[in-house]
């Protein structure tokens, strides 16, 4: 290098050297981070495919849930039996009650009157039922005096008749001796007016015995029609005494009537009913809500519903106490239909502005009552439901 600088004529420069080579570019850092991001991405995507795919093999394809599901109760309707002024009403809102509780008292006023005539008219019922029997007795007795009257006239008749032909027997004879002369003309006719007396007498005693056989059939007919009105029965179960007594247990019914008592335990709602209040019958004054008996009706898609049977179990939580409290139960029913089948104005499909929805079917299911008992519900309260498909029920 020294020989080049020497040979090189003084005052001209050293010429410039060639540029070094350019490096190669380094790969953006952009394109690094997008295709790791992709790499991940994509990891993620796999991972999530097989972590859904094993969940689903062993946890979804095990059970359907549903979070349109509301609690359910079949409540008593309390309504009066009879019409009356409310006297009292010893019963608010939200108290509980249980089943023969008194709710309601009724003005019992004209019930008891009511009964007093009932009473009353049964009373007079059995006297004239007694009648109805000793008339049987007097009928009885008469029928035996008439048949005694036609024995005697019947036995007149025979003497009658007896004394006709003795009458006879003497006429002829004397008829017979006239003509000798042995016998007297005012004999025969002594003879002949005693004859004519037997035949008039017998001829009244055939109408005596008529007239007496014609008393003892209407003694008999008489009878026979009174014992149409006892017959096969005594005093107390006579027709017309029954109808009688039945309305006396009528009129203590409508009396036991006017005190309203609950006709299951549960929670008061709805009271509608105030004291001094003319009620009518059937007319609604409350709803008992009976708490312990609660059930569940689950909405499901009708997707979910392949599987499902009655008898499956089922646990559910409540958004009252939260994903802590844990009820169980099992499916007791599937719906007959769907809410839209059932609804006041029913969906018109065939009109042509069609679009597919999804229906549900409720599904009842039944709660276990000890859970229910330690963790009350009320009727309406939204609940999640979940049933193991995986058993066939029954």
Same mark, same amino acid.
């Given at each position: 290098?020294?020989?080049?600088?020497?040979?090189?004529?003084?005052?001209?420069?050293?010429?410039? #050297?060639?540029?070094?080579?350019?490096?190669?570019?380094?790969?953006?850092?952009?394109?690094?981070?997008?295709?790791?991001?992709? #790499?991940?991405?994509?990891?993620?995507?796999?991972?999530?495919?097989?972590?859904?795919?094993?969940?689903?093999?062993?946890?979804?394809? $095990?059970?359907?849930?549903?979070?349109?599901?509301?609690?359910?109760?079949?409540?008593?309707?309390?309504?009066?039996?009879?019409?009356?002024?409310?006297?009292?009403?010893? %019963?608010?809102?939200?108290?509980?009650?249980?089943?023969?509780?008194?709710? %309601?008292?009724?003005?019992?006023?004209?019930?008891?009157?009511?009964?007093?005539?009932?009473?009353?008219?049964?009373?007079?019922?059995?006297?004239?039922?007694?009648?109805?029997?000793?008339?049987?007795?007097?009928?009885?007795?008469?029928?035996?005096?008439?048949?005694?009257?036609?024995?005697? @006239?019947?036995?007149?008749?025979?003497?009658?008749?007896?004394?006709?032909?003795?009458?006879?027997?003497?006429?002829?004879?004397?008829?017979?001796?006239?003509?000798?002369?042995?016998?007297?003309?005012?004999?025969? @006719?002594?003879?002949?007016?005693?004859?004519?007396?037997?035949?008039?007498?017998?001829?009244?005693?055939?109408?005596?015995?008529?007239?007496?056989?014609?008393?003892?059939?209407?003694?008999?007919?008489?009878?026979?029609?009174?014992?149409?009105?006892?017959?096969?029965?005594?005093?107390?179960?006579?027709?017309?005494?029954?109808?009688?007594?039945?309305?006396?247990?009528?009129?203590?019914?409508?009396?036991?009537?006017?005190?309203?008592?609950?006709?299951?335990?549960?929670?008061?709602?709805?009271?509608?009913?105030?004291?001094?209040?003319?009620?009518?019958?059937?007319?609604?004054?409350?709803?008992?809500?009976?708490?312990?008996?609660?059930?569940?009706?689950?909405?499901?898609?009708?997707?979910?519903? $392949?599987?499902?049977?009655?008898?499956?179990?089922?646990?559910? @939580?409540?958004?009252?106490?939260?994903?802590?409290? %844990?009820?169980?139960?099992?499916?007791?029913?599937?719906?007959?239909?769907?809410?839209?089948?059932?609804?006041?104005?029913?969906?018109?499909?065939?009109?042509?502005?069609?679009?597919?929805?999804?229906?549900?079917?409720?599904?009842?299911?039944?709660?276990?009552?000890?859970?229910?008992?330690?963790?009350?519900?009320?009727?309406?309260?939204?609940?999640?439901?979940?049933?193991?498909?995986?058993?066939?029920?029954?």
């Amino acid at each position: 290098m020294a020989d080049d600088q020497s040979s090189r004529p003084t005052g001209q420069a050293a010429p410039a #050297a060639p540029p070094p080579p350019a490096p190669e570019p380094a790969p953006a850092p952009r394109s690094k981070l997008r295709g790791r991001l992709f #790499a991940g991405l994509g990891t993620v995507v796999v991972l999530g495919a097989l972590g859904f795919g094993g969940w689903w093999l062993l946890v979804g394809s $095990r059970s359907v849930d549903t979070d349109n599901a509301y609690v359910g109760a079949d409540v008593a309707q309390v309504t009066p039996l009879i019409a009356a002024p409310v006297a009292e009403v010893r %019963v608010a809102d939200t108290q509980s009650v249980k089943a023969g509780d008194v709710l %309601v008292v009724l003005d019992g006023a004209d019930a008891k009157l009511a009964l007093a005539q009932a009473e009353a008219e049964y009373g007079r019922a059995r006297r004239r039922v007694e009648q109805y029997f000793a008339t049987n007795d007097t009928a009885s007795a008469e029928i035996a005096a008439r048949s005694a009257e036609l024995a005697k @006239t019947q036995a007149q008749t025979a003497s009658a008749e007896a004394e006709l032909e003795k009458s006879r027997v003497d006429l002829q004879r004397r008829e017979a001796l006239s003509a000798s002369g042995a016998v007297s003309g005012e004999e025969v @006719t002594s003879a002949r007016t005693a004859f004519a007396s037997a035949q008039a007498a017998l001829a009244s005693a055939k109408a005596a015995s008529a007239e007496a056989a014609a008393d003892r059939t209407a003694a008999q007919a008489r009878l026979t029609a009174q014992q149409v009105l006892t017959r096969n029965a005594d005093v107390d179960t006579n027709p017309e005494t029954a109808a009688a007594k039945a309305a006396v247990d009528t009129a203590k019914l409508n009396l036991d009537r006017a005190v309203v008592r609950a006709p299951v335990s549960g929670v008061v709602a709805r009271r509608q009913v105030q004291v001094g209040q003319r009620v009518a019958i059937g007319a609604p004054l409350m709803t008992i809500v009976p708490t312990q008996d609660v059930y569940v009706d689950a909405n499901f898609k009708e997707v979910q519903l $392949r599987k499902v049977r009655v008898g499956q179990t089922a646990t559910l @939580t409540s958004d009252l106490y939260g994903d802590d409290v %844990v009820f169980h139960g099992k499916v007791a029913g599937i719906g007959g239909g769907t809410g839209s089948a059932f609804a006041v104005i029913p969906a018109q499909n065939a009109t042509g502005n069609w679009i597919k929805v999804v229906q549900r079917l409720p599904v009842r299911i039944q709660l276990d009552p000890k859970e229910v008992a330690a963790h009350p519900l009320r009727v309406g309260l939204s609940m999640k439901a979940k049933i193991d498909i995986t058993r066939q029920g029954g």
